[in-house]
């Protein structure tokens, strides 16, 4: 299990023209999952980006987490994390795990984060989304998760 994360002033996901999920100030996750994914990674990445101190502080020191500041985290499926593109033009997506691992994994991830009582806005599972974010910094990470 991977995210893509970015510390973001907002950010917000349409579909078909409706605003599905929608945050101010906090994080926006792109969360890639393998079919060897569960429990562990899931609060490992959750802990990971509830106290990541990549906000900045009165100094203006990365040194809060999105707990920290009571922050947003917008939390969107995305299959391509996992899209491997060393070998020819057109990238491979063997290691994403299938819709029937992935959702399930996805809303226990989302539900785990909802547990912060932090706001917590997602996009919707296997539909193509408009992702607009405005990138605070800009401070974008990728976290895996340990297997």
Known sequence: ???????VSRASVTIEGEVVGAIGQGLLVLLGITASDGDAQIEFLAEKLLGLRIFPDDEGKMNRS????GGGLLVVS?????GDCRKGRRPSFIDAAPPPISEPLYERFVERLRRSELEVQ?????AMMDVELVNDGPVTLMIEAPA
């Open 78 to 82: 995305q299959f391509t994390l996992y």
């Open 66 to 69: 999105v707990r920290d500041i």
């Open 1 to 7: 299990m991977r995210v893509l994360v970015q510390r």
């Open 122 to 126: 997602t996009g919707r599972f296997g």
